[in-house]
T-cell receptor, first 114, second 115 residues
């Protein structure tokens, strides 16, 4: 069973427009969510995160929204730039256990067209 | 800046060979992780370690083992490589549980091909 789902394998947007990447989760014990960006042949790099006590977190062009009742989070990129073209993974964590494991979604490939 | 390094970027091995993938981090992180990334499957956790000589199985540990003799180094071992272990392998590290940040820092990855 997949606890973190990214239902859109790919997304194409025009440069300057908004990119919206979506993520759904099933485990209500998740209390921290992260977005990672990955270029080909490189490791993922951390982009932005949000705690479950918040519903929005903003960092420059990137904003993450969390809707706990719907178990849904989204990443907004405004304005989109060609350099944003990459695979985006959402991840979720729950407090407890031996350490802070992250559960990753399957990723969404974003292509920003010039 | 946090630095996580992996011993090889690309590796080609034959079926049945024993394969060692090495990972080193320079941030004194307590936790270290090994993932594999496959198209359409995202990142799947193989093993992780929260202290020296401590290890726990992740979601897909079969066919793999790990070793953590020093805090900064975490090794992934494929005892007898098989073609279905052809994948991108990613190492990551993070602070211990209870810290404010859950962020994991990733290495550049090793693309392993088993023929």
């Amino acid at each position: 069973d997949q606890q973190v789902k990214q239902n859109s394998p790919s997304l194409s947007v025009q440069e300057g427009r908004i990119s919206i990447l979506n993520c759904d989760y099933t485990n209500s014990m998740f209390d921290y969510f992260l977005w990672y960006k990955k270029y080909p042949a490189e490791g993922p790099t951390f982009l932005i995160s949000i705690s479950s006590i918040k519903d929005k977190n903003e960092d420059g062009r990137f904003t993450v929204f969390l809707n706990k009742s719907a178990k849904h989070l989204s990443l907004h990129i405004v304005p989109s730039q060609p350099g944003d073209s990459a695979v985006y993974f959402c991840a979720a964590s729950s407090y407890g256990g031996a350490t802070n494991k992250l559960i990753f979604g399957t990723g969404t490939l974003l292509a920003v067209q010039p | 800046d946090v630095k996580v390094t992996q011993s090889s970027r690309y590796l080609v091995k034959r079926t049945g060979e024993k394969v060692f993938l090495e990972c080193v981090q320079d941030m004194d992180h307590e936790n270290m992780f090994w993932y594999r990334q496959d198209p359409g499957l995202g990142l799947r956790l193989i093993y992780f370690s929260y202290d020296v000589k401590m290890k726990e199985k992740g979601d897909i540990p079969e066919g793999y083992s790990v070793s953590r003799e020093k805090k900064e180094r975490f090794s992934l071992i494929l005892e007898s490589a098989s073609t279905n272990q052809t994948s991108m392998y990613l190492c990551a590290s993070s602070w211990e549980r209870g810290r404010s940040s859950y962020e994991q820092y990733f290495g550049p990855g090793t693309r392993l091909t088993v023929t």
